[in-house]
């Protein structure tokens, strides 16, 4: 009973971890270690890989515009308060991951429009 605990604990543990199963988009993940692994994947990893990172990318996107409309609805004399400078803080924080994972993702595309993988669906506005 104790070893079925601490096995199901463990999983949990590991399946929380960023770096412990995570095979899904990452704007911190270094751009070596991308470049490296991207060499030996095949062209359905790469196309699932760069898939994910659009997905990624348009939530992040979806979610910037969310803020965008919160700060607009602002009133123009409580531009310089907290909530104000808080959206500010997080547009600039959303800016800065999509700028990350758009960076990663083009790296996934090229590798798979070098392999002459289908690239039908991964355009990115």
Not at 40 to 52: I, P, R
Not at 89 to 105: G, H
Request: proline share 2%; glycine share 4%; aromatic share 4%.
């Amino acid at each position: 009973m104790k070893k079925t605990i601490i096995s199901l604990l463990a999983l949990a543990l590991c399946l929380t971890l960023p770096s412990c199963g995570k095979k899904g988009a990452d704007a911190t993940k270094p751009i070596d270690q991308i470049k490296a692994e991207v060499a030996k994947m095949d062209v359905s990893q790469l196309h699932d890989m760069a898939l994910s990172y659009k997905d990624t990318i348009l939530s992040k996107q979806t979610d910037l515009e969310k803020v965008t409309t919160k700060l607009k609805t602002i009133n123009p004399t409580e531009l310089l308060g907290a909530k104000a400078v808080d959206l500010k803080k997080q547009m600039a924080d959303i800016e800065r991951s999509v700028s990350a994972l758009k960076e990663r993702f083009e790296i996934y595309y090229d590798q798979l429009k070098q392999k002459g993988g289908n690239l039908t669906g991964l355009e990115i506005k």
